[in-house]
């Protein structure tokens, strides 16, 4: 899996901040594999107290082990990187609970989402910058922006993808009763 330094957009988190996020969530998921008691994390920075969605990515040995997010601003930054990280690694309903030995090889991608912006153009949409939310009735389904640049897919093909995500046919995005959401993320 290729990764792309030109995914998504800054949305002004200090390296520091980037660092500490990090710390957290592999802290979480090695405690919890370990069965030993979460740590505390209080000292956030103003920035990582604000509400804000976010997933935590987990990839080992290139492929995806987990991901897991908060689409819209439920808690705090640094709490909801705290729960995808647990949830990525032990509830993505996709794969088996994260093993202790797997933690060695474990790589930790995290992306601090945007608000969603609906649109009726895909035009606007940019490969690279957007990710997509697909909702048709009880279905929807999400993909990040470093989705379609990691796969190399046109716009037409991420939008199939997000479809097939959702549980839809390919085609469901041109259909009037699916509402197309983008928004960008901070992937790091």
Do not use: N
Not at 13 to 35: F, M
Not at 98 to 108: A, C, H, P, S, V
């Amino acid at each position: 899996m290729t990764r792309h330094t030109h995914v998504g957009v800054d949305l002004g988190l200090t390296d520091q901040e980037k660092t500490y996020l990090h710390t957290i969530a592999r802290s979480v998921i090695e405690s919890r594999a370990a069965g030993t008691s979460l740590p505390a994390f209080e000292k956030a920075t103003p920035t990582l107290q604000e509400k804000r969605g976010a997933f935590v990515s987990l990839h080992r040995k290139g492929q995806l082990r987990g991901c897991i997010g908060y689409v819209h601003a439920v808690k705090p930054l640094y709490q909801t990187i705290q729960d995808m990280a647990i949830a990525a690694a032990f509830q993505d309903p996709r794969f088996p609970p994260l093993q202790e030995d797997e933690l060695k090889d474990l790589e930790i991608e995290l992306s601090v989402l945007t608000p969603m912006r609906e649109i009726t153009d895909i035009g606007d949409i940019e490969i690279g910058r957007h990710g997509l939310l697909l909702i048709q009735g009880s279905y929807s389904g999400l993909l990040l922006p470093q989705v379609a640049t990691e796969y190399g897919w046109s716009r037409d093909e991420f939008l199939a993808h997000t479809c097939l995500k959702a549980g839809l046919p390919k085609a469901a995005w041109k259909d009037k009763k699916t509402k197309i959401f983008v928004f960008s993320a901070d992937v790091f």
